[in-house]
């Protein structure tokens, strides 16, 4: 009876499973073991962006596994233009290795954005004058 049985159907479905450990999916390795899922909001903070006067962000995450998805949008105030470093604080899991994600900024795309470790995204090109930014980068810890 291996991989032959089924738990519920298109029109018998079960409402919640409550589980001590996690689901393996599609295998037994530990590649297709899922242990942890959870969507919530984090709270940015401006980092070095000295230039940047009263941001409002918007910001959301999905954590699956090691796997961290954020997505993040800035409404009003004014970011100067300047070409030094710049960093958005305040992750909402620590970092554990380097990674790359899409960035817009007044719908101009591919500024460059990545995350060496910790909990600040860096942005890799210089930030033109600009009051809208959107941003999404999947890291992990």
């Not at 970011?79 to 994600?101: D, Q, R």
């Not at 101009?108 to 090109?125: E, I, K, R």
């Amino acid at each position: 009876t291996d991989g032959l049985v089924a738990i519920g159907s298109s029109t018998g479905r079960f409402k919640d499973l409550y589980l001590s450990g996690g689901v393996y999916l599609g295998g037994t390795t530990a590649a297709n073991h899922l242990d942890d899922y959870e969507e919530g909001t984090w709270t940015p903070s401006q980092g070095t962006f000295t230039t940047w006067t009263s941001p409002t962000f918007t910001a959301t995450y999905t954590k699956v596994g090691r796997m961290i998805t954020v997505n993040l949008k800035q409404t009003g105030g004014t970011i100067a233009a300047s070409s030094g470093a710049k960093y958005i604080n305040g992750l909402p899991f620590t970092a554990a290795a380097f990674s790359v994600g899409a960035v817009s900024q007044g719908g101009v795309s591919d500024l460059g954005l990545c995350v060496t470790s910790g909990t600040s995204l860096y942005f890799t090109n210089a930030i033109a004058s600009e009051n809208d930014l959107i941003a999404t980068i999947t890291y992990y810890v």
